[in-house]
């Protein structure tokens, strides 16, 4: 068996970083997030001085699921649920509405045209 190949670089080393400092060792959102809830940005609101990784979780997080999220981020599930928890929580994202038992015809109607118009737009 042959060991892995060394890097060229003497400097080089593999960074990696532990999931709980990215979340301060919280492992549960305050908040609950499917992995399909549809994020959309807060118009208006002012973010204040956001880690590098939140300020990447909001960057990406627009129009897209807590799932494409973590992918585009390359951050575990549960990390990006507890980032995305509190950039709810500080009003710079909000859940997009999604259809429950509870929906009424109405608003799955209306979900069902912004889906629509979501897709015309893409």
Request: glycine share 6%; proline share 7%; aromatic share 2%.
């Amino acid at each position: 068996m042959t060991p892995p190949p060394e890097p060229e670089d003497e400097g080089y080393r593999p960074r990696l970083i532990r999931s709980y400092t990215l979340t301060a060792g919280r492992t549960a959102a305050k908040v609950e997030l499917a992995m399909e809830a549809t994020l959309r940005l807060q118009a208006g609101a002012e973010a204040p001085v956001l880690s590098p990784s939140a300020a990447q979780v909001l960057e990406v997080c627009d129009r897209r699921s807590v799932a494409e999220v973590s992918a585009l981020t390359k951050m575990p599930i549960g990390v990006t649920r507890v980032l995305l928890g509190d950039l709810i929580e500080q009003g710079l994202v909000r859940i997009q509405a999604t259809i429950t038992d509870s929906t009424s015809t109405d608003e799955r109607l209306e979900l069902i045209e912004r889906t629509l118009r979501g897709l015309r737009n893409y």
